[in-house]
């Protein structure tokens, strides 16, 4: 069973408005999460990483939530561009020295005009 | 791409050869990963280093072998390539350890096993 569950699994969104992409995982013991971009053709790229202790982060227009008691996340993007159109994958990790990430399938967002 | 380069980009390959895939940085970090990303399944980790000379493996191993025998260079090998890989591999690297340091992704390497 997939330790990192993201939904929905795809969204068309219209240029400037918000949406929220959902994580939820089972990993334990945790470390941090992190959301990654990842454009069509291109390797991922990082927007956040979160520890247990922060509840909010952002990066520009991402917004990421995490709450770690029930270990749920969230990545809101506001007034979406056309750039934002891509996957974005939610990445947990399971502590100091384990080099084994566990990764979701990701959030295929298309922004359109 | 954080000075991440992938060689060769695209590949076409038939069963049964054997194929390396190499990943180059110029970030000077200690640790380096290949991973494979197929429709339908997250990122899966094949193998990694913790460096020189210094590997181990990885949730999807079976296959593949991997050389670091530079700090810049981390190398992929298929022995005897197989359709069941075909699959885009992703090398990553990281200053720290990849539970605790931020990972950065090489471009990628499709490659197709005919």
């Known amino acids: 069973k997939n330790q990192v569950e993201q939904s929905p699994q795809s969204l068309i969104i219209l240029e400037g408005k918000n949406c929220t992409l959902q994580?939820?995982?089972?990993?334990?013991?945790?470390?941090?999460l992190r959301w990654y971009k990842q454009d069509t053709g291109r390797g991922p790229v990082s927007l956040t990483i979160?520890?247990?202790?922060?509840n909010t982060k952002s990066n520009g227009r991402y917004t990421a939530t995490l709450d770690a008691d029930t270990k749920q996340s969230s990545l809101h993007i506001t007034a979406s561009q056309l750039s934002d159109s891509a996957s974005y994958i939610c990445?947990?990790?399971?502590?100091?020295?384990?080099?084994?990430?566990?990764f979701g399938k990701g959030n295929q967002v298309v922004v359109i005009p | 791409d954080a000075g991440i380069t992938q060689s060769p980009r695209h590949k076409v390959t038939e069963t049964g050869t054997p194929v390396t895939l190499r990943c180059h940085q110029t970030?000077?970090?200690?640790?380096m990963y290949w991973y494979r990303q197929d429709p339908g399944h997250g990122l899966r980790l094949i193998h990694y280093?913790?460096?020189?000379?210094?590997?181990d493996k990885g949730e999807v191993s079976d296959g593949y072998s991997v050389s670091r025998s530079k700090t810049e260079d981390f190398l992929l090998t298929l022995e005897s390539a197989t359709s069941s890989q075909t699959s885009v591999y992703f090398c990553?690297?990281?200053?720290?350890?990849?539970?605790?340091?931020?990972?950065?992704f090489g471009p990628g390497t499709r490659l197709t096993v005919l």
């Open positions: 990553a690297i990281s200053e720290g350890a990849g539970g605790v340091g931020e990972q950065f």
């Open positions: 994580c939820n995982y089972t990993v334990s013991p945790f470390s941090n």
């Open positions: 979160m520890t247990f202790s922060e």
């Open positions: 990445v947990v990790s399971g502590g100091y020295g384990n080099n084994r990430l566990a």
């Open positions: 970030e000077n970090h200690r640790y």
């Open positions: 280093s913790y460096g020189v000379k210094d590997t």
